[in-house]
């Protein structure tokens, strides 16, 4: 079965958000085997809207919208429903006393036409009912394509998504099996991983599809199968993945895509009962916010110096001007002190320091745009530094830079777990 996906708003059209609706539907359309085909934002127009619904009709099983659904004038999703399919509004009794208690019960304040309207809806629908939010969520059916319609509030959208709009499907509809395994590798690029499994890439049965997905320092492969067996889907990404991992064993580090770089990280220190802290100058705190966005991190990350001037090298850390004066910031004598300092400070078993020049430009005596140093200090005198040329721009380096430097702590982790 395949589906589009419809946002609607000038708000993303203008880039002053992002869409990230689109990518909770599409997998969660994938994982009950629905295929997205198609993703689109689209103005708060109503030709542009309707021709759109043209231009999909037949051509997709479902078409997923999201956004419109508010109560000011400029949301016309409803009444371009209504329009499309020659409908009028009404009102459901069942979402008005829901919006009523939201707005008098929760808001604490008399209830006004336009929360009133939330509650009009077009007479063919079937109410997706919102439990989250004043704007339920709409199902029609128009000829062989079914259109739905979601608010565009994301914590409303993700409930009806996996509450009502999910179930509906799977009750109603008769798909196949989309089986995927994502593995995780990181410290080689995507032409030499590639290089180094063409031959297991080309043995992959007919069903089974590979995609690369590459990001700096990291590339996760993505098995997908498909079929109506699940059984014989199951089983042939097992046997591929271990065939996988006898070539390439020595860049895995985790399966799936929540299971990342960091996640690994935390779950060997939490295991080993350790701890580890951060000193970071060109990273400018992406190591700290990677490794704090799991949650749980509290129990092996002590923090961070996100020291990014020399001064605060100096006044926090407690680095030698001198040191500084004779090797340059960026340096490796540096990069180890920072990370010998940090684990001193905070008393964590592990520390990880940068220190570079992410650009976009070289000031006279400084280092190259680039250019960076990453040091590992940790317990029974672990003591790791290497020097990196990351090239450009900006946001590369300063991407690559936190990812290797938790390559690196994970590699000597495990040196010590072994």
């Known amino acids: 079965m395949r589906a589009a996906i419809v946002t609607i708003g000038d708000e993303i059209l203008i880039g002053q958000i992002v869409d990230t609706n689109s990518s909770y539907i599409a997998k969660a359309l994938d994982r009950i085997g629905v295929q997205t085909i198609e993703m689109l934002s689209i103005s708060d127009n109503q030709e542009h809207i309707l021709s759109t619904f043209e231009v999909l009709q037949d051509k997709v099983d479902f078409v997923v919208i ?31 006393e829901h919006v009523t208690a939201l707005i008098e019960r929760v808001f604490n304040r008399p209830i006004t036409s336009l929360n009133k309207d939330q509650a009009l809806v077009p007479s063919q ?44 499907i799977v009750r109603e509809y008769q798909r196949p099996y989309f089986i995927h395994k994502t593995i995780m590798t990181y410290g080689q690029g995507e032409s030499l991983v590639a290089e180094r499994i063409e031959v297991w890439e080309n043995e992959l049965p007919d069903f089974v599809k590979l995609a690369y997905l590459p990001s700096p320092g990291r590339v996760r492969l993505r098995l997908t199968a498909r079929g109506s067996d699940r059984e014989v889907l199951d089983a042939a990404i097992q ?11 020595d860049i895995i580090v985790g399966f799936e895509e ?46 961070s110096v996100v020291c990014y001037s020399q001064e605060v090298k100096i006044n926090v850390l407690g680095i030698e001007a001198n040191l500084i004066s004779k090797y340059g910031v960026v340096s490796a004598e540096v ?23 992410a650009g ?10 680039g250019e960076a140093f990453i040091a590992i200090v940790g317990p029974e005198g672990i003591e790791v530094v290497e020097g990196f040329q990351f090239g450009q721009p900006r946001e590369k380096v300063i991407d690559r830079v936190a990812t290797k430097a938790l390559e690196m702590l994970r590699k000597e982790i495990l040196k010590k777990a072994l």
């Open 66 to 96: 999201t956004g419109g659904l508010g109560p000011t004038k400029d949301d016309i999703t409803k009444k371009t429903f209504c329009t499309y399919f020659e409908d009028v509004l009404v009102e459901d009794q069942r979402v008005l």
């Open 125 to 168: 629908c079937e109410v997706l009912f919102n439990v989250m939010g004043t704007a339920p969520g709409m199902w029609m059916k128009k000829r062989d394509t079914v259109y739905i319609s979601l608010p565009g509030v994301p914590y409303e959208m993700k409930y009806l998504v996996d509450q009502e709009l999910v179930p509906k």
């Open 239 to 249: 046997k591929n993945v271990k065939s996988l991992t006898a070539i390439i064993g």
């Open 360 to 369: 976009p430009n070289k000031e006279e005596g400084s280092a190259d745009v």
């Open 335 to 357: 990069a180890l002190a920072m990370a010998m300092s940090v684990r001193q400070l905070l008393n964590s078993d592990y520390a990880i320091a940068t220190t570079g020049n």
């Open 258 to 303: 929540d299971e990342t770089l960091e996640v690994g990280i935390g779950k060997l220190l939490s295991e080993c009962h350790q701890t580890v802290a951060t000193a970071e100058s060109c990273s400018g705190g992406k190591i700290a916010q990677m490794i704090t966005a799991n949650a749980g991190a509290s129990a092996y990350f002590k923090g």
